[in-house]
């Protein structure tokens, strides 16, 4: 028993855990191919990994993810929209569908670029481990 109210206790607990993310680890990938290699990769390679898995998975669509993992990107192939709205919904779409990963920070310098049946991405992302650029068809 404590002199304390319990409800003080509490709140002093709660502020005395901090997060601490561990460093982060993948399946290695051929970015080419889209085989897995066989070796674990971490740090900014597995955010990389995690990236492009993140935007081969369209979101909603399989029940083993969560409706946080993946991105709705299928939405602009097929259909004629301007190059404005692309990059500016495109860009959200993909805010969205990274930021939930606590190793990002952010992104930045995005553009995007239909061609064909393929949807073109670059961008580059702010992480905990340093600035990495992507481009990825989809």
Known sequence: MSILPSFMMTVASEVQK????EIPKEYGINFKTGQLTG?????????????????????????????????????YIGHTVSEEYLN????????????VNPYIEGISDFSAEVRKEYLTLAFKVETRFGEMEVEQSV
């Not at 390679?45 to 709705?72: H, M």
């Not at 500016?88 to 930021?99: P, R, Y």
């Open 18 to 21: 901090e997060t601490v993310l």
């Open 88 to 99: 500016t919904d495109g860009e959200s779409e993909i805010k969205e569908a990274l930021m």
């Open 39 to 75: 070796k674990i990769v971490e740090g900014k390679e597995a955010i990389k990994v995690w990236i492009w898995n993140c935007l081969k998975t369209q979101r909603f669509r399989y029940p083993i993810y969560s409706w946080d993992y993946g991105a709705d990107l299928e939405q």
